[in-house]
């Protein structure tokens, strides 16, 4: 991929969270065009997932209860493999 700047900053779009990236930079002016800086390489990292929602009770009886919820809306880039729950006495 290819970009220009007239600043010191660039912002590249529509990346992958899990790719390595590597940005290399030339100056230029009217004389031309320097050499490359070197290079750096960049993994997009995933964050941490929304909250689940709608949790509910699907059964309760008098020994057991058994709740259910919704993924959360976004996983944060990485696919969700597990939940902790936590409960007490209230």
């Known amino acids: 991929m ?12 529509g990346l992958t969270i899990g790719n390595n990236y590597v940005y290399k930079v030339k100056a230029v002016n009217f004389a031309g065009v320097g050499a490359f800086s070197v290079p750096s390489d960049f993994i997009i990292a995933a964050t941490v997932p929304d909250q689940p929602v709608n949790l509910i ?9 058994t709740v259910g919820w919704n993924a959360p809306v976004f996983d944060g880039g990485s696919p969700v493999f597990g939940y902790k729950i936590l409960w007490d006495r209230g």
């Not at 290819?2 to 779009?13: E, I, K, L, M």
């Not at 009770?57 to 209860?65: S, Y």
């Open 57 to 65: 009770r699907l059964f309760a009886d008098n020994k057991f209860i």
């Open 2 to 13: 290819v970009g220009t700047s007239t600043t010191t900053s660039f912002v590249s779009a």
